[in-house]
């Protein structure tokens, strides 16, 4: 069940900036939702959703999940970590400023998000997003993320 850490405010998340605010539950990312993304975006990638390929090809020894699918789960992991509260009736995604697709997903790993906010202005966030995949040293995914309010 996600606990996410509640800020109250945009004045109390820019007190915070630079530590780490919170971290998501942990997620199984599955086959089955590998294949699903495969089927929205059109990338049947053997890599991606031929399993006795991968295990018999890759060097991973498995398929792995899209980067762009660990990516698509930023906003569940995000709300799972940090619940904002504020001045502002909305919040919209804003883009990147910087993404690198660190190491791999494996099918069946466990993946989490935590949230550490760079820069507070009274209408921008710039979150430090390091999403860890459970027992690896590498992180899957390390992005500038950035976050509007309206």
């Not at 509640?6 to 599955?30: C, F, H, I, P, Y």
Request: contains cysteine; proline residues 5%.
């Amino acid at each position: 069940m996600p606990n996410p850490r509640v800020v109250k405010s945009l004045d109390e998340l820019r007190a915070l900036t630079g530590q780490e605010v919170g971290a998501s539950d942990w997620l199984t990312v599955t086959q089955e939702m590998i294949n699903r993304f495969a089927d929205v975006t059109d990338d049947h990638q053997w890599i991606h959703v031929d399993v006795d390929r991968a295990k018999c090809e890759s060097q991973f020894g498995t398929t792995i999940a899209h980067g762009f699918l660990t990516l698509s789960l930023l906003p569940r992991l995000s709300r799972e970590a940090v619940e904002m509260h504020g001045d502002f009736k909305m919040r919209v995604n804003y883009g990147f400023n910087r993404l690198r697709f660190v190491s791999p997903v494996p099918a069946g790993a466990r993946i989490r998000a935590r949230m550490t906010p760079q820069k507070v202005t009274d209408n921008e966030v710039t979150w430090l997003v390091t999403v860890d995949v459970e027992g690896s040293e590498k992180p899957a995914v390390v992005a500038e993320w950035l976050g509007r309010f309206y």
